[in-house]
């Protein structure tokens, strides 16, 4: 319960009663002229997994540890949380399984974040991902590191300090439609998350202090949040600083050291992603746990991609996509938006999907970026 610094004092003055009180924020001297005895309570992590297991009356026949790791519930929610999860089972007539847990969990972890990002229900997994072996491998650790960070930071004592939270933050970088926000959908599907899309660039105002103010917003409702936090185009807050020649830069300098000083003092999971990597300051860099470089598909890469987005569409038997792999030069992101117009000329006469199809649906990829078609010549 907030209370206002009138009321506090009121509170106060009646010195024989012990007052205590309980806020989300630290005590400011300014709502009472009395010095309390302050005290800053920590997260109960440690206790989650025993109110779990408690609250679900019997020890399921899964991992419960890992399953609510990436959840960090008071525990009244997780009472409740527990009691939906034993009704989807129940409805569902099976028994108590992963899925019902992490369901009844993300919504005890909805929020008010809906008002400033854009909330991603993740419906994929690490099987929809082609990608190099390095960045999978990084992919991988980041949710081993969102999974067991207070354990490893917690329990192992290894926190950073300095004002660091147990957060987990990382970058992902490459050219648009490489991937970086499908592997964040990923990561989250894996931790079983909700996905909330921040754009930096809509967050970014002209007027001086708006900026901050509109993070904070963000940060504020995060904090009440399990879920993974991506913010797109990085570039807009952390490109490399430049001389301060004017009150534009340095207003620039100082929101993106409020950003960075929040993404550290962070307890949840943020992502950062950029089209260039060049682009963004070291120094900010360097405070990251993972920098993950999203290449451009090579053939053999935009080979699996065009097969994976056809392995659902009615295809003919012969759709020969070996030649559109090697002569159009395109992102995956782009490629899924060439299947999806094959799919649509093939819809529109009532029958499968043919290398015409793909070939035209490429070729629109191109024309939509400006570039020149294999094939057709100058325009």
């Not at 004092?9 to 989300?24: F, G, H, M, Q, S």
């Not at 904070?216 to 991506?230: G, N, W, Y």
Request: glycine content about 8%.
């Amino acid at each position: 319960m907030f209370l206002c610094g009138s009321l506090v004092r009121e509170l106060a003055a009646a010195t024989d009663v012990p007052v205590l009180l309980a806020a989300p924020r630290p005590y400011d001297p300014q709502w009472c002229d009395q010095d309390p005895l302050a005290l800053d309570v920590p997260a109960q992590h440690t206790g989650a997994l025993h109110a779990w297991s408690a609250a679900l009356e019997e020890e399921p026949d899964f991992d419960l540890a890992a399953t609510v790791a990436p959840y960090h519930l008071p525990g009244d929610r997780i009472a409740r949380a527990a009691h939906t999860a034993l009704s989807l089972a129940r409805f569902d007539g099976t028994p108590l399984s992963p899925a019902h847990v992490r369901l009844a969990a993300r919504q005890q972890s909805a929020s008010g974040l809906e008002q400033h990002a854009r909330r991603i229900r993740p419906a994929v997994d690490w099987q929809d991902l082609v990608l190099p072996e390095r960045p999978l491998t990084q992919l991988r650790e980041l949710a081993l590191r969102a999974r067991h960070r207070d354990r490893v930071l917690g329990d192992w004592r290894l926190s950073a300090g300095g004002g660091r939270g147990r957060g987990v933050l990382g970058l992902f970088a490459g050219e648009s439609g490489t991937g970086k926000t499908l592997s964040a959908e990923v990561v989250a599907a894996e931790l079983g998350l909700d996905l909330y899309v921040v754009q930096l660039s809509s967050v970014v105002d002209k007027y001086v202090g708006e900026t901050e103010k509109n993070l904070e917003r963000i940060f504020t409702e995060a904090d009440r949040t399990d879920a993974v936090l991506l913010f797109d185009e990085a570039d807009a807050v952390f490109g490399k600083r430049s001389e301060v020649k004017d009150a534009h830069d340095r207003y620039a300098n100082m929101e993106s050291a409020y950003l960075l000083q929040r993404l550290e003092s962070f307890d949840g999971i943020a992502l950062l992603t950029t089209n260039l990597r060049a682009n963004i300051d070291e120094a900010f860099t360097r405070r990251l746990d993972l920098v993950v470089d999203f290449p451009f598909p090579d053939v053999g890469q935009r080979l699996a991609l065009w097969r994976h987005s056809l392995s659902h569409v009615p295809c003919v038997e012969d759709i020969q996509l070996t030649a559109v792999a090697s002569d159009f030069e395109l992102a995956g992101g782009s490629i899924r938006s060439a299947v999806v117009t094959a799919a649509y000329l093939a819809a529109g006469r009532d029958g499968l999907v043919t290398p015409t199809d793909v070939l035209e649906g490429a070729r629109r990829e191109y024309r939509k970026a400006g570039r020149l078609v294999p094939g057709e010549g100058a325009w």
